[in-house]
C-alpha cells in the first residue's frame, strides 16, 4: 500500500501533489491512500478530485498543532499513518514541504529517503530514477529498508486522472504531536514580491538565446517567437554577464530550472550547468550552427543553422500555416 502526502492549495490538491499520484498510482499496489494535513474547506469537493486520481482512502490529520507548518509535526502526523495503515511506500512531491516532511520522516523511521525521484519501480527494495546535480545527470537508488520512502521531481509526471476513478473512504485523525516537533514552526507568513521568473519556471514553451544573438540588440526574433507562441524568452549565463538580458530570463544551475512542453534553445551551446536547468523539457529543438555542440547532440530536433536566419524563417512559416498571427492581424 502506498501512501501520499497531498498538499493543498486554495482547498484542493496542487498540481504536483497529483502528479505525485501519477507516480505512485504506477508502481501497480493494490491500494494508493492519501494524507492531507489541517483544515479542508471542502470535504466533498476534496473527495471528488482525489477518486478521480485514484485514491482509495484519504486520512485527514486534525489538531492545533496543525495551525501553522511545522516539519516535524507533518512527519509525526505522516509517521502515525504510515503505522496505521502499514503502508509500504511512502511519497510526497518534491517540493520545499515534501522535502522536509519527508526527511524528518525517514529519519524518524531510521530509513533511507531519495529526493526528486522521476520513476520507481519493484518492491522490496523499491528502486527510484532520481534526478541529481540540478537534473544534468540520473541514478538509480535502491530503497532497502521499508517503508520506502522518496520524494517526486515536480513535472516529471503529468498530473492525469486515474484510468478508473474511485471513491475514498475519509479518516480524520487527531496525531500525537510532542512540544519538540513544534520548535521550529511558521510564525508568520507575509507577500512575496513578484519572482519575475515565475512565468519562466511555468512556461510550456521557451524560446532560449546564448551568445549566437550577438548583441543585446540581437534578441528581436527570438523574444517575438516567445511571445507569439504565448511562451517566455530563456537565456544563457554568458548573456546575462554580458548585460545583454536580466538575470531573471536565465536558465541552468543558477538561473531558473524550466521543465516546458517545448523548449528551442538558439545559439546555445549546451555547457552542463545551462542542461542542468532544461533537462526536464519534454522536446527540445535546438538551432545552432554548430553540429557537434552539447545542445545539438542531446536534442530531440536539431537545425543546423544561423539562428538570425532560422528563428525569421521559423516565424514566417507559422505565419503562413496561420498558427501565429500575421503582423497585420
Ligand atoms: P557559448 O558556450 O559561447 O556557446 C555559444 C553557442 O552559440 C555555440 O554553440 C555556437 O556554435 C553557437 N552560435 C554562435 N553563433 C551562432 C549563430 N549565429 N546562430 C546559431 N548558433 C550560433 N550557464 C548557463 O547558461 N546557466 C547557468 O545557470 C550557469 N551557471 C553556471 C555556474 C557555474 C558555477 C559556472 C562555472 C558556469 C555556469 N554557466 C551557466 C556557464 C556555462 O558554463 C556556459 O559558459 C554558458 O552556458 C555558455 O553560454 P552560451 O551557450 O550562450 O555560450
Not at 54 to 60: F, K, L, P, S, T
Not at 84 to 89: D, I, L, M, N
Request: charged letters at 20%; a negative charge; glycine letters at 10%.
Amino acid at each position: 500500500m502506498i501512501l501520499v502526502l497531498v498538499e493543498l492549495e486554495n482547498g484542493s490538491a496542487n498540481e504536483v501533489s497529483l502528479e505525485t499520484l501519477a507516480l505512485a498510482r504506477s508502481l501497480g499496489s493494490d491500494r494508493t491512500e492519501a494524507v492531507v494535513i489541517g483544515d479542508v474547506t471542502d470535504r466533498d469537493a476534496l473527495t471528488a478530485e482525489l477518486g478521480a486520481h485514484g485514491v482509495d482512502a484519504v486520512h485527514q490529520a486534525v489538531g492545533e498543532a496543525f495551525e501553522s507548518f511545522a516539519g516535524a509535526a507533518w512527519a509525526a502526523a505522516l509517521q502515525q499513518a504510515q503505522a496505521s495503515t502499514g503502508a509500504t511506500v511512502v511519497t510526497a512531491a518534491g517540493t520545499p514541504r515534501g522535502g522536509e516532511v519527508l526527511a524528518h520522516l525517514a529519519a524518524r523511521l531510521d530509513v533511507p529517503m531519495a529526493a526528486n525521484a522521476i520513476g520507481a519501480a519493484g518492491s522490496e527494495p523499491v528502486v527510484v530514477t532520481r534526478q541529481v546535480v540540478g537534473g544534468a545527470a540520473l541514478e538509480e537508488m535502491a530503497l532497502d529498508r521499508a517503508p520506502a520512502v522518496f520524494t517526486v521531481a515536480g513535472h516529471a509526471w503529468a498530473a492525469t486522472p486515474a484510468d478508473e476513478p474511485t471513491n475514498p473512504t475519509w479518516h480524520e485523525f487527531t496525531p500525537e504531536i510532542a512540544e519538540r516537533d513544534l520548535v521550529a514552526r511558521v510564525t508568520a507568513t507575509g507577500q512575496k514580491e513578484v519572482d519575475q521568473s515565475d512565468s519562466l519556471k511555468s512556461a510550456r514553451v521557451v524560446v532560449g538565446a546564448g551568445r549566437g544573438a550577438g548583441s543585446a540588440a540581437g534578441f528581436g526574433p527570438v523574444s517575438e517567437l516567445a511571445e507569439q507562441l504565448g511562451g517566455s524568452l530563456g537565456v544563457s549565463r554568458v548573456v546575462t554577464s554580458l548585460g545583454w538580458r536580466p538575470h531573471h530570463e536565465q536558465v541552468g544551475q543558477t538561473g531558473s530550472r524550466i521543465s516546458p512542453e517545448v523548449y528551442i534553445p538558439c545559439g546555445i551551446s549546451g555547457a552542463i550547468q545551462h542542461w542542468a536547468g532544461c533537462a526536464s523539457s519534454k522536446v527540445i529543438l535546438a538551432v545552432n550552427t554548430d553540429a557537434e555542440a552539447p545542445m545539438m547532440t542531446k536534442a530531440n530536433y536539431a537545425v543546423v543553422g544561423d539562428m538570425h536566419e532560422v528563428v525569421p524563417a521559423i516565424i514566417a512559416e507559422l505565419k503562413r500555416r496561420g498558427s501565429i498571427p500575421t503582423s497585420g492581424g
